[in-house]
Structure formats: C-alpha cells, structure tokens
C-alpha cells in the first residue's frame, strides 16, 4: 500500500512539474509576440544599413546623454514593448528606421570619393 501511494505522489509531482515547464515556455516566448510592425521596418531598415556599411550612433533620451548603436536603441524598443511602452517603443524604432535609411543614403552617396590633395 505505501508502494502504491509513493508511486501515484511520485507521478504526480512529475505530471505537475511537466506542467509547469510548458507554461514557462509558453511565457518566455510571449515578449516576441510584443513587436510592433514599426519595430519590425527599423530592424529590416537597420539590417540594410548594416550590410552597407552605413550604421549610425545617436543620442536619445531612452539611452542616456552618450550616442549608443542603432542596434543597441533597437534592443531597447523592444524591451519597451514587451513592457507595454508601445507609444515609446515606436517612437524610438522610427528613430532607427529614419537613421538607417539617411545612413544607408549618406553611403550611395560618398561611395566614391577620396580625400584631394592640393
């Protein structure tokens, strides 16, 4: 009798653990569902200017006083919309889209200069 009744504990406790886990999981995946469709363009815009060579550092109040990488503003959009910041969010990825986009264009358009020398 008492073997039956550590097994159906023991199995229990188990079930129960398996449970737990599942919900976890379920958790630790919510924050990507957070991503706002502003935040999504700065990371396509952001990784077109990264691939040209055209990424920028800003200053923003989000960050602080000091110019941090787009990629690292970017990462605090999402952190602000996983927190349910979205106004905040947004507006910092617009930031990012429009740095990308101007960085990306100030990269066409010096792509063949070199210094002049008199």
């Known amino acids: 009798m008492k073997k039956a009744l550590a097994i159906v504990l023991t199995t229990s406790l ?23 469709p502003a935040i999504a363009q700065a990371k396509a815009d952001l990784d077109a200017a990264i691939a040209a060579g055209a990424q920028w550092r800003i200053i923003d ?7 941090v990488d787009l990629t690292k503003l970017l990462k605090v959009a999402e952190e602000k919309a996983t927190a349910g910041e979205t106004d905040e969010a947004n507006r910092i990825a617009a930031r990012v889209s429009e740095a990308s986009k101007i960085g990306i264009e100030q990269s066409k358009r010096y792509a063949g200069t070199a210094p002049y020398y008199n």
Do not use: Q, R, V
Request: hydrophobic share 45%; proline share 3%; aromatic share 0%.
């Open 14 to 36: 188990l079930i129960a653990g398996c449970a737990s886990t599942d919900k976890k999981e379920e958790m630790a995946a919510a924050p990507a569902a957070a991503t706002t």
């Open 61 to 67: 109040k989000a960050t602080g006083s000091t110019a």
